[in-house]
T-cell receptor, first 114, second 110 residues
Framework: DAGVIQSPRHEVTEMGQEVTLRCKPISGHNSLFWYRQTMMRGLELLIYFNNNVPIDDSGMPEDRFSAKMPNASFSTLKIQPSEPRDSAVYFC????????????FGSGTRLTVV | RKEVEQDPGPFNVPEGATVAFNCTYSNSASQSFFWYRQDCRKEPKLLMS???SGNEDGRFTAQLNRASQYISLLIRDSKLSDSATYLCVVDNSGNTPLVFGKGTRLSVIA
């Protein structure tokens, strides 16, 4: 089991550019979550999917953020246009049907917008 | 009131010490509880689930007090490698996302 795979690991981009973060959940997991982590705010849930369907995107900070899950093995989080305050670590996590086993997180994408 | 509250620390303890973290949660209907560990610049990883009867995994003991709505984590004989941030996590139902505390930072000093 390769775990949750995120790419890229690091991204440095200029303000105004489009950024796309990618996630491959663990095979067979039916829920996928996108989080953002900063020192000030901790882990914030941005959006989550059950069976590829977006369930709650109320954590998405602005319309500049969008997420898709076209199939069970792939999801993207897009920021367009990016701003310096978007700089953070973005984690993807997935969960199977059993509720008592928590989430498995990917290694994260460290985004810096200059 | 925040859903999950933890003392951010840092807790600075010498090797071999016993250290305990507490966490409180606001939703009395919460169903499942976890402790996650996050190393610097790494992802959170599940440390242990927390059961009503309390549970132990080596040097780590987790306790749940539903009446007072708090969870604790006890680490005995601290090692340098225990230095990390410990996140208290609550599952309000099987169908809603886990709720994460902001974490408690532990530094074990030689």
């Amino acid at each position: 089991d390769a775990g949750v795979i995120q790419s890229p690991r690091h991204e440095v981009t200029e303000m105004g550019q489009e950024v796309t973060l990618r996630c491959k959940p663990i095979s067979g997991h039916n829920s996928l979550f996108w989080y953002r982590q900063t020192m000030m705010r901790g882990l914030e849930l941005l959006i989550y999917f059950n069976n590829n369907v977006p369930i709650d995107d109320s954590g998405m900070p602005e319309d500049r953020f969008s997420a898709k899950m076209p199939n069970a093995s792939f999801s993207t989080l897009k920021i367009q246009p990016s701003e310096p305050r978007d700089s953070a670590v973005y984690f993807c996590a997935s969960k199977g049907f059993a509720a008592n086993y928590g989430y498995t997180f990917g290694s994260g994408t460290r985004l810096t917008v200059v | 009131r925040k859903e999950v509250e933890q003392d951010p620390g840092p807790f600075n303890v010498p090797e071999g010490a016993t250290v305990a973290f507490n966490c409180t949660y606001s939703n009395s209907a919460s169903q499942s509880f976890f402790w996650y560990r996050q190393d610097c610049r790494k992802e959170p990883k599940l440390l242990m689930s927390v059961y009503s009867s309390g549970n132990e995994d080596g040097r780590f003991t987790a306790q749940l007090n539903r009446a007072s709505q708090y969870i604790s984590l006890l680490i005995r004989d601290s090692k340098l490698s225990d230095s990390a941030t410990y996140l208290c996590v609550v599952d309000n139902s099987g169908n809603t996302p886990l709720v994460f505390g902001k974490g408690t930072r532990l530094s074990v000093i030689a």
